[in-house]
């Protein structure tokens, strides 16, 4: 009798643990347990990064060549931004997960990461791929109190992602879709110019077969060997070695060669040229470009380029008194 009823026992006591294993198995993904990170993978191994979103008419298509990263658009190549890029790569190469937000199409549309919504990446190391990820939407929840001991508190960003061929939607840290909802210019390289501004010693300016230098000598700068205005040379100093291009236009728009440029000369770099090519275009005027970023080629009038990078000299001179 005793043998019989432990038996039962045993059998009724084995029947539990297998109830709390199912239950553990088909219900734990909720848990932070299932999957600890969405994607991760070495930054360093990805030699290219391809974009696909549904709102655009072509696949960005990024690639490293072992010394710089290039957009391969419409059968062109231009330079890309690297440090957008590995700032990408870097955000998707170490993902951890908050929780666990659903699956299947339901959970897809409401997360935005089905395939006709969601823009899909995929990271690849020669013709293996590493990584391939559907970026859905983000939600920002405020905190409850705004302020606590004078601090201001951050709130809690969110963005979900789907892994290519899995049913899973995951909740993680981070706003990702703004990275990935562009055009394909916007991962260009936009640099004119990217410079020390205390190395830069000397400007010469070409304009109608005239030239006119710009330069510092023992402290001052001369103009021609005319006293400038050193606080006015030091502002516009500043802002060309730092300038950037915003809208980028395509070569054919050139009727000729550019009618005035300037040349940076100084200490550690070498001499940069920024030319202006005047156009009939009303809405572009000049198209500007520069020599350290050949090949990229900027309306002069968005953000002001031409008038920020071509000064008249008289603006350079004292004011009189």
């Known amino acids: 009798m005793f043998k019989k009823l432990s038996s ?18 088909f219900s734990g993904p ?14 360093a191994s990805i030699t290219q990064m391809l974009i696909d979103n549904p709102g655009q008419d072509e696949v960005i298509d990024l690639q490293f060549t072992g010394s710089r990263w290039e957009l391969h658009s419409k059968g062109k190549v231009y ?16 993902l951890p997960t908050k929780q666990y937000a659903g699956r299947g199409p339901d ?17 690849k190391s020669g013709d293996k791929t590493v990584a391939s990820i559907y970026i859905g939407k983000f939600t920002f929840t405020m905190p409850k109190e705004q302020q606590q001991q ?31 909802n562009r055009e394909a210019d916007e991962y260009r390289n936009k640099t004119l110019s990217n410079l020390n501004p205390d190395d830069i010693t000397r400007m010469i300016f070409e304009k109608m077969g ?52 300037l040349r940076l000369e100084g200490n550690n770099f070498s001499p940069v040229t920024i030319s202006a090519y005047p156009v009939a275009d009303t809405n572009i005027h000049y198209v500007i470009t520069s020599s350290q970023n050949p090949g990229a080629y900027f309306n002069g009038k968005e953000t002001d380029l031409y008038n920020r990078t071509f000064k008249q000299p008289h603006e350079l001179l004292p004011n009189p008194q």
């Not at 409401?110 to 823009?119: F, Q």
């Open 30 to 43: 909720k848990d932070r347990t299932f999957r600890d990170k969405a994607v991760s993978f070495d930054p």
């Open 210 to 261: 005239t030239s006119i230098t710009l330069e510092l000598v023992e402290g001052n700068w001369l103009l021609d060997g005319m006293p400038a205005d050193s606080a006015s040379v030091v502002s516009y100093r500043s802002t060309l070695a730092r300038l950037s291009g915003n809208k980028f236009v395509e070569e054919n728009i050139l009727q000729g060669p550019p009618d005035q440029s």
């Open 107 to 123: 959970a897809w549309e409401k997360h935005e990461v089905t395939d006709e919504t969601a823009p899909l990446v995929t990271m």
């Open 150 to 180: 004078f601090r201001q508190q951050q709130g809690d960003m969110t963005s979900y992602v789907r892994l290519g061929g899995e049913d899973e939607v995951y909740a993680v840290d981070g706003v990702l879709r703004i990275n990935f």
């Open 79 to 94: 330079e890309a931004d690297s440090n957008v890029i590995k700032t990408i790569i870097s955000q998707l190469s170490d």
């Open 8 to 25: 039962g026992i045993l059998i009724i006591f084995l029947i539990i643990l297998m109830a709390i294993y199912l239950i553990v198995r």
